[in-house]
């Protein structure tokens, strides 16, 4: 038996410490370890892996992760779930607790000198922000195993001309390789949210676009996707309208909503010639 073993249930541990989903806090738990476990699998992390996991709350992903030989770094910004946690590192050396702000972590010195992977079932109130984070800061991770709300991760997933296809599903797939592997009813959680939620998997390319081309793309995708049913020529109008569109070889008619990943790098690059 391992330590892990001798641990109350998830639900058990909650009410022995009167401990509840914190709305504010965009907190719903996963008590369901059969569900915690393929979360895990999916992960594919195991034996001498480093994990980082956002918003553990009781812990039931973090138990699933620790089962699979990795080693995890759990950040929890809610202080109520330091005995509970506690209790879960007492019997899981591999297991090191950070009280604090996910948004402000220094994911680079967590990590060190050795890659980590990201494995969360992200609060929802901050899940987007945190991915963004992820995907133009100066630290990249190894890869991201996210739980998102169903429509996020359809943001997330989606090509040209899907209703969810946008500015996020641009930065995302321009950084990474992005698939829905999951999705999760209300009834998953513990309290169960309004809406469905899904499990995304990214793996970062090889090459990844160079700090100031991710920067020219946040723009030109600010601009094209603010007025996204307008035709290019006229969301990108202020950057370069027409001239700029030609320059990267699309049609200056068309809209945000059917221009692909590649087309709208190509718009970074005509767009960063002309500064």
């Known amino acids: 038996m391992s330590g892990l073993d001798t641990l109350p249930s998830l639900r058990e541990a909650l009410e022995s410490h009167g401990l509840w989903a914190k709305k504010a806090f965009g907190q719903h738990f ?6 915690t476990r393929k979360i895990a699998r999916l992960a594919q992390v195991g034996e001498g892996d480093h994990v980082i996991e956002v918003g553990p709350g009781p ?24 005995p509970l946690l506690a209790e879960v590192a007492e019997v899981a050396p591999s297991l090191t607790l950070v009280f604090g702000d996910a ?3 220094d994911e680079a010195a967590i990590a060190g000198d050795q890659p980590a992977h990201i494995v969360s079932n992200l609060p929802y109130n901050v899940g987007t922000p945190l991915l963004i984070k992820w995907l133009i800061g100066p630290w990249t991770p190894a890869s991201m195993t996210l739980m ?16 969810a296809y946008g500015r ?21 959680f513990t309290p169960p949210p309004k809406v469905d939620s899904a499990v995304v998997r990214l793996e970062p390319h090889a090459e990844r676009p160079s700090a100031e081309r991710l920067d020219a793309l946040q ?9 996204r049913r307008k035709m290019l ?9 027409e001239s700029l569109i ?9 809209r945000a909503e059917v221009i692909p990943v590649d087309g709208f790098l190509a718009l970074a690059d005509a767009w960063l010639a002309r500064r």
Do not use: Y
């Not at 599903?169 to 009834?187: F, M, S, Y």
């Open 148 to 163: 998102f709300q169903r429509e996020v991760a359809d943001r997330i997933t989606e090509g040209p001309g899907a209703d």
């Open 59 to 82: 812990g039931g992903l973090t138990r699933a992760l620790l089962e699979t030989g990795a080693s995890v770094t759990a950040i929890e910004k809610d202080e109520r779930f330091q």
């Open 233 to 241: 020529r006229s969301s990108l109008k202020l950057m370069g309208g």
């Open 219 to 227: 723009q030109i995708t600010a601009a094209a996707f603010g007025q």
């Open 246 to 254: 030609l320059e990267a070889g699309l049609d200056p008619q068309a």
């Open 103 to 105: 948004l402000k972590a």
């Open 168 to 188: 996020l599903a641009v930065i995302v797939q321009a950084t990474c390789r992005a698939e829905r592997v999951l999705d999760a009813p209300a009834r998953a």
């Open 30 to 35: 996963l008590l369901d370890l059969n569900v």
